[in-house]
């Protein structure tokens, strides 16, 4: 238990003096290619979709929060792709 608590407060420290205190938001940016049956109706729309992800409290799991923002950190979600289900 003890070393829980100790790794616990590392990594909440490490998610503040790299990020901030939070709340930690990240924003995603989705450029959906146009679709047939719109380029075909001369439909015009903005390709590029958003959404946010909020994480929990930093208190609930700093691990996991410290893992997540150094992944969008380093770009691993950059040019990831996305499928559309409509």
Do not use: C, W
Not at 59 to 64: D, G, Y
């Amino acid at each position: 238990r003890k070393m829980r608590e100790y790794i616990k407060s590392l990594d909440k420290k490490a998610v503040i003096e790299r990020f901030g205190k939070g709340p930690h938001r990240v924003m995603f940016s989705i450029d959906f290619p146009q679709r047939r049956s719109e380029a075909r109706n001369g439909v015009k729309k903005d390709p590029r979709q958003r959404f946010f992800v909020e994480t929990a409290p930093l208190e609930s799991m700093p691990h996991s929060i410290l893992a997540f923002l150094d992944m969008v950190d380093k770009g691993l979600f950059d040019g990831m792709e996305f499928n559309r289900i409509t």
